[in-house]
């Protein structure tokens, strides 16, 4: 083939593509600017004082010395590595536990009602209880970080193994499957889009522990960031630390919706 015939078929495709792409992502990324416009639009022209909101604008102006004098990176790696550390550990617990409580009535009855009622407590409140415990090191916000993961995982594992349809047990059963072939070839795949379900909603959770845990105490972070900027009244800067954890927050849901298109095809739509 020809280099010309090589280019025009890179131009028919180019269309498809663009529109492929606008297809998938255009409404968010519309909707995106759109709210980052009309945000720029009231800070500047309705709010009488600076002190109340900053626009877009300031907070992309105040990223640049935050991040030459090396604040941010402090604050930003204190956060990730807490989140890392807490989240990392309440996955594993809980996805644990959720195995053990679905296949053991005995394990059930025992930990459901402490499943129940510490997912109903208000951990954040309990923040500067944990602090006291363990000072405003590391270990108090991983701490505060796990107890608010942990509770999604454990009962979202729960319930994926639960809904295993028996139907395709017994099928596999008939055939001579023994207990840990069923386990393999039929419960986990049938739980693995609960699981991924729970672990999503873990990263909201434990993104909001870290905050809440620094807020009530820590040397370094994001939280400690925003609550400093709140005492200087200095806007941007808080938002710039609102900012960081709300696209954290996307990249991190954005980064699982992927992983589980690839891994768990056959939980989606």
């Known amino acids: 083939m020809s280099i010309d015939a090589i280019q025009r ?3 028919r495709e180019s269309p498809g ?7 998938r992502h255009g409404w968010a990324v519309g909707s995106v600017v759109t709210g980052l416009a009309i945000w ?7 709010v009488a004082s600076k002190l109340f909101l900053a626009s877009p604008s300031q907070i992309v102006a105040a990223i640049g010395p935050l991040w030459r004098s090396g604040e941010l990176q402090v604050h ?5 590595l807490e989140f890392v550390l807490g989240y990392g550990a309440a996955c594993i617990l809980g996805i644990a536990l959720g195995f053990l409580i679905a296949s053991s009535r005995r394990c059930k009855q025992a930990l459901q009602p402490w ?12 923040a500067p209880l944990f602090i006291l415990w363990f000072g405003v090191g590391i270990f108090s916000k991983i701490v505060v970080v796990a107890l ?12 994926g193994l639960r809904q295993t349809p028996q139907n395709l047990v017994e099928t596999v059963r008939s055939f001579g499957a023994s207990r840990r072939q069923i386990f393999y070839m039929v419960s986990l795949p049938a739980a693995l ?6 672990l999503r909603l873990g990263i909201g959770r434990g993104l909001i522990g870290v905050v809440v845990a620094e807020l009530f105490g820590a040397r370094a972070g994001l939280g400690q960031l925003i609550q400093q900027s709140a005492e200087t009244f200095n806007m941007p800067a808080l938002f710039v630390g609102v900012v960081v954890l709300a696209v954290a927050g996307i990249v991190l849901t954005s980064g ?10 056959w939980g989606q739509d």
């Open 256 to 265: 699982f919706v992927w992983l589980e298109k690839r891994l768990v095809p």
């Open 17 to 23: 593509l663009l529109r492929k792409w606008a297809s």
């Open 40 to 46: 720029e639009i009231a800070a500047r022209g309705f």
């Open 76 to 80: 930003f790696y204190t956060s990730a």
């Open 9 to 11: 078929s890179e131009r």
């Open 193 to 198: 889009p609960f699981i991924f379900a729970g």
């Open 115 to 126: 499943v129940s009622g510490l997912y109903a407590t208000p951990t954040v409140a309990l």
């Open 148 to 159: 608010l993961v942990i509770f999604p995982v454990i009962i979202n594992t729960e319930t």
